[in-house]
């Protein structure tokens, strides 16, 4: 009964997540392993804590959601990780790997405080998120606790994306080989846990019976599961690169993309030829050609992160040190120590986790390391704890770091050979989505690219476009112009800290809209403001960025929409301002824009 409930879990996986785009290989993992946890604990009464999350939709599927699978990573649809408000059964919303075992720590410590220690708690865990610091922070804690319950089950399946790497990679190889046999010393009894395993993920029985017996412990207790990513689905199982970790709309009998959208290594980035991702990919390798001190460094996202062209060419230059994000940054500072200008590529969200190991380890030793963020910005279907809105209102406080963001592949290319030429930190931030269309000034002045500026009336908006933005500022300059309205468009490139000549020049301008795809509050039009202010600018600036607020999962284009990262809301913008009472000015006061209002053409409607 149980194996056909397996099988029929598995097959319906392929064919949603195929059809809407997901985590395919970690799921199809951990069909056994879930059902066995649901019928030996008693969730929500026992915690289940999903590490990272992406690993939950058989979790979800027991837990009454099935139907929800049609709108999965949709808008208003289910979420694609554990989440609060769909089900009493999930804790943990947070997709940042390794947290999981704080988590339980906690838990168990407010169940003893509560004397509730006949409520379990159970921390799954996966072999890549065992390698993240925090995941041994929270061993360390639990394991020095000997009367406390928590059950950890680490889910070793070999593999982050990649095989994963390190010492811990090796240990648990050499335990699995061992098998049951035997008695183990291992790290985790070491720790003061009890160890069972290794178990087989996909054997539902000798599962149950191995969890239940850990459950009758009272103590803690690793279960160390041997499982396959993928598994029983031979596309994935198949799948060198990553066993379809994260696939877009794929064929189910292939787990390929039908047409050129599939992204890097299955996931579901856009097509490899036109991503930002891509775009790096060779701007990297062709500045490591040419300098021999450059080296890259991820944290388990060789390919997500486009290191993958450069390992090929350079396998001893690239660096990949496990989900160990504050580790890839202070490593990569003792490399700069040595003579060497590393390169970290790694997802803006995920960089968070490290914002003291940029400041005090690199910045505060004026480190040459280059920080290249991919996932800036909003990415989408992997919602609030992915998008990377934070790292302009993060990084901005970080001392004599200097943060680019390219408007297309060769502001990209030239942007990267700036920064590795700097004797100092950097950071360049790229979004998750098809690079843009090149867009060429027409002067560079004082480093400041100038994209448009209107004939007569180039003066009455400024607008400072962050990125590839500055698409939609050109064609909001192109609208305003139907207004009567001129502009000048601007991309800074060198965002922060703040060009100089940026006050300068708003201070010609009747208006300033600047329009950033990171949080409004402390990004780079705060920076901006801050500055006119400090050099006594009045130019009222108009900031368009993302709210102060944590956003959920929904298409990209459909999130820019509605938070106003557009045209239209550019435009909307300096119209609206237009409207607004001047405030008392010499140049307002000559020839306010209301006066010069053209004939009854109607403002562009807002969503
Ligand atoms: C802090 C952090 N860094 C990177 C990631 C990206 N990421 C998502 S899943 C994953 C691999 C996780 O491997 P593992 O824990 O073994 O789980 P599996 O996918 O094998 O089930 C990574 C690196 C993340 N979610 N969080
Ligand atoms: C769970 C996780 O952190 C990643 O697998 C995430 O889904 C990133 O996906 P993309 O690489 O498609 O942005
Ligand atoms: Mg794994």
Same mark, same amino acid.
């Given at each position: 009964m149980l194996p056909q409930l397996a099988g029929e879990i598995r097959a319906f996986l392929v064919e949603r997540v195929c059809a809407v785009g997901g985590h395919l290989g970690p799921n199809l993992g951990v069909v056994e392993l879930t059902l066995a946890l649901h019928r030996v604990f008693d969730s929500p009464r026992d915690a289940l804590v999903f590490d990272t999350g992406h690993q939950a939709y058989v979790h979800k599927l027991l837990t009454g959601r099935q139907k929800g699978f049609v709108g999965l990573r949709q808008e208003d649809g289910l979420s694609g990780y554990p989440s609060r408000s769909e089900s009493e059964h999930d804790l943990v919303a947070n997709s940042h790997a390794s947290t999981a075992l704080s988590y339980a720590d906690g838990l168990a410590k407010a169940r003893q405080l509560a004397g509730e220690q006949d409520r379990c708690v159970v921390a799954v865990i996966g072999d890549g998120a065992m390698t993240g610091g925090l995941a041994w922070e929270g061993l360390n804690n639990i394991g020095a606790a000997r009367e406390r319950r928590v059950v950890v089950v680490l889910n070793d399946n070999g593999r982050s994306y990649a095989p994963t790497t390190g010492a811990l990679s090796t240990h648990l190889r050499t335990l699995q080989k061992g098998g049951r046999a035997q008695t183990y010393r291992n790290v985790f009894t070491d720790l003061g846990f009890a160890y069972v395993?290794?178990?087989?993920?996909?054997?539902? *029985?000798? &599962?149950?019976?191995?969890?239940?017996? +850990?459950?009758?412990?009272?103590?803690?207790?690793? %279960?160390?599961?041997?499982? %396959?990513?993928?598994?029983?689905?031979?596309? *994935?199982?198949?799948?060198? *690169?990553?066993? &379809?970790? +994260?696939?877009? %709309?794929?064929?189910? %009998?292939?787990?390929?993309? +039908?047409? *050129? +959208?599939l992204g890097t290594a299955g996931t579901s980035s856009p097509s490899p030829a036109r991503s930002w991702t891509s775009v790096f990919a060779g701007a990297l390798v062709e500045v490591a050609v040419r300098r021999p001190e450059v080296v890259a460094v991820t944290a388990s996202m060789l390919r997500p992160t486009g290191l993958g062209i450069m390992a090929e060419r350079f396998p001893e230059r690239v660096f990949d040190v496990g989900i160990a994000e504050q580790h890839a940054v202070t490593s990569a500072a003792g490399m700069a120590m040595a003579g060497l200008h590393p390169v970290v590529a790694i997802y803006a969200t995920f960089l968070n986790r490290a914002l003291d190991q940029v400041l005090m380890d690199v910045a505060l030793h004026r480190l040459p390391v280059t920080f290249v963020l991919d996932r800036a910005g909003i990415t989408g279907p992997d919602g609030a704890s992915h998008h990377g809105m934070w790292d302009l209102s993060v990084f901005s406080t970080v001392p004599g770091l200097q943060i680019a963001a390219p408007r297309d592949p060769v502001q990209l290319t030239e942007l990267l050979d700036e920064a590795i030429a700097l004797d100092g930190p950097t950071m360049l931030r790229i979004p998750k989505a098809t690079a843009s269309p090149g867009m060429e000034a027409l002067a560079r002045m004082d480093g400041i690219d100038i994209l448009h500026r209107s004939s007569a009336r180039s003066l009455d908006v400024l607008i400072v476009a962050l990125g590839p933005l500055a698409a939609q500022a050109l064609k909001a300059a192109r609208e305003l112009e139907e207004f009567g309205i001129g502009s000048t468009v601007t991309d800074p490139r060198w965002i922060l800290p703040v060009n100089p000549a940026l006050p300068a020049l708003a201070a010609r301008h009747r208006l300033v809209v600047s329009v950033e795809d990171n949080l409004r509050q402390g990004g780079a039009g705060t920076a901006l403001l801050e500055a006119c202010q400090d050099t006594g600018v009045t130019t009222p600036v108009v900031r368009l960025g993302l709210p102060h607020a944590f956003i959920e999962h929904a298409p990209r284009q459909q999130l820019l929409e509605r938070y106003g990262l557009t045209a239209e809301a550019i435009t909307n913008a300096v119209l609206v301002a237009r409207s607004a009472p001047a405030p008392p000015s010499p140049m307002w006061a000559s020839a306010p824009l209301a006066a010069r209002a053209p004939s009854a053409a109607t403002p562009p409607k807002t969503t």
């Open positions: 395993g290794p178990v087989d993920g996909h054997n539902i *029985a000798e &599962l149950e019976q191995e969890l239940h017996r +850990a459950r009758q412990m009272d103590r803690p207790v690793v %279960v160390h599961v041997k499982t %396959v990513k993928g598994k029983g689905y031979g596309p *994935a199982e198949q799948d060198e *690169a990553d066993h &379809l970790h +994260a696939v877009g %709309v794929v064929d189910p %009998v292939t787990g390929r993309a +039908a047409v *050129a +959208a």
